[in-house]
């Protein structure tokens, strides 16, 4: 597996056990409906949270979670459509960003709630 791929894939880890620690439930992780996916699919205290999340080895230029472009966010937005329809969800939702940054052999996760709101269309 390709060294960013396992990055991803620990940022990943990292974000699930601070979720759980924080009292979240866990409902899927990796969900995939034809080329859409959502990272971590969440409740907590009656909310459904979707959590894109953003890992790198160091920072360069940018956090991980300024790296979500508008498109990004408008196909995660659409696969939420998709999840709340398919499972019949009706609560409400909020989207998160977890952040994890690599320094060296540390992972530093980050938590931003209400990282960004769906657009209009």
Known sequence: MAQHN?????????AREMLLKKGYSILHTNWVIGKLELDIVATHENTLIIVEVKTRDRMDFASPSDMISNGKIRNIVNATHEYILKFDINMDVRFDVVSVVKNGDNYIPEHIEDAFYPPRF
């Open 6 to 14: 396992e990055t991803g894939k620990k940022g990943e880890e990292i």
